[in-house]
């Protein structure tokens, strides 16, 4: 009887695991390490301008096995899509195409797409792209990230705020 006992308990605490493991992740708890959660939320918190048309600098973001890492670059827009080639900054500050780093993006991933909306940039940033390589990376346009006006203000305690106005 304590055998069945233990083994449903513990059949419940794994069925209960595994079905808040299926949910939709929050995208805060993304599990990738390194910059790219920093600038996700950031954007997300504060959102973006419109991104207008011409070249602007942007982070690079190359996402692979949970880590990401952020570079440095170049992107030039038009009517709110990227037009390729986007480059990459190099320490000496010149810029190379992307396409050094990577060959291009999965021809399978891009079949999935709209190609309408793939180079598409919503709240300042591009979606995230596969490569061949299945690497994952993302754009985020910075320089249109809406300003930090500090935390919300607080209200004070409605017995102090009335009688103020009275």
């Not at 419940?12 to 808040?20: E, G, I, N």
């Not at 939709?24 to 910059?35: L, N, Q, R, V």
């Not at 949970?66 to 500050?93: H, L, N, W």
Request: with cysteine.
């Amino acid at each position: 009887m304590k055998f069945r006992l233990i083994l449903c308990v513990t059949m419940l605490f794994s069925f209960k695991s595994f079905c808040q493991s299926q949910g939709a992740p929050s995208i805060f708890a993304s599990g990738i390490e390194g910059c790219y959660q920093d600038y996700y939320i950031m954007i997300h918190e504060r959102g973006a301008y419109e991104v207008t048309d011409g070249e602007h600098e942007a982070i690079l973001v190359v996402m692979n096995h949970g880590r990401s890492e952020c570079f440095m670059a170049k992107a030039t827009v038009k009517d709110g899509k990227i037009i390729r080639p986007v480059s990459v900054q190099k320490a000496d500050g010149t810029f190379i195409p992307v396409a050094h780093m990577f060959r291009a993006l999965d021809p399978e991933w891009v079949k999935t797409k709209d190609q309408e909306t793939l180079y598409k940039i919503t709240d300042g940033m591009s979606q995230i792209f596969q490569t061949q390589e299945k690497y994952f990376v993302r754009l985020f346009f910075h320089t249109f990230v809406h300003p930090d006006h500090g935390g919300n203000l607080k209200a004070p305690p409605a017995k102090e705020l009335l009688q103020q106005g009275n």
